[in-house]
């Protein structure tokens, strides 16, 4: 278990899976930059982020819900988390959480938004208590969700990356640029100098070398 001081940012797990480097170069050395993605990322969560709670017949929403655990070192916010009304064991009414996670683009290939999303549902298991097994990613480009179902692969990727993601930035070290064809996408690119570096030089030394020439 972490205390409240080892927290660390729940969004940074998507970071980590998308690029090490990218990750330590935001939650290390606390650098951003931000382009048209991430730009209209933003808009997007700020959108969500309202704070406004409603119901819908036998569902309640809540957006810009508190997240945390201690389990994993995590916290941040859900989205949307809405509550869906069922019936319990004696059939006592009970409110069980979804979360809603809003993208700007289309469904991934691999599992980052996915892993981003069953944390909050471990967070909130932590806090409600509920077991968890479902959620949803809203994504902007096609105006649709995708239901996610939490199940052990996925809880056990989620729980690992939270472990690399303590390791790394307790750490205080930013790993060597590798270059891959998903760099050319990256806000990070010009900082991060992947084609340039690629693993055989520091950033300090390369920038030190180009101060040379002028």
């Not at 704070?51 to 809540?62: D, F, H, L, M, N």
């Not at 990613?137 to 990356?161: A, H, N, W």
């Not at 640029?177 to 340039?196: G, H, M």
Request: net charge positive.
């Amino acid at each position: 278990m972490y205390t409240e001081d080892e927290l660390l940012p729940l969004s940074a797990l998507q970071h980590l899976h998308f690029c090490e480097r990218q990750c330590a170069l935001i939650h290390v050395e606390q650098a951003w930059v931000e382009n048209l993605y991430t730009a209209e990322g933003r808009i997007m969560h700020e959108r969500a982020d309202s704070g406004i709670k409603e119901s819908r017949g036998s569902v309640r929403v809540e957006c810009s819900v508190p997240l945390r655990s201690y389990r994993l070192g995590l916290v941040g916010k859900a989205d949307v988390v809405e509550y869906h009304k069922e019936k319990g064991p004696g059939k006592k009414v009970e409110w069980q959480p979804f979360p809603v996670e809003y993208k700007r683009g289309r469904p991934k290939k691999d599992s980052c938004d996915k892993v981003q999303l069953c944390a909050q549902a471990i967070c909130l298991e932590e806090m409600t208590g509920k077991i968890v097994m479902k959620g949803a990613l809203f994504y902007g480009k096609t105006r649709r969700r995708q239901d996610v179902v939490f199940d052990e692969p996925l809880r056990s990727e989620t729980e690992k990356l939270a472990v690399e993601l303590h390791r790394l930035i307790d750490s205080r070290k930013t790993p060597k640029p590798v270059y891959s064809k998903k760099c050319d996408s990256c806000s990070f690119f010009d900082i991060c100098l992947p084609k340039k570096l690629n693993g055989k030089l520091s950033a300090a030394r390369y920038l030190a070398r180009m101060t040379e020439k002028l």
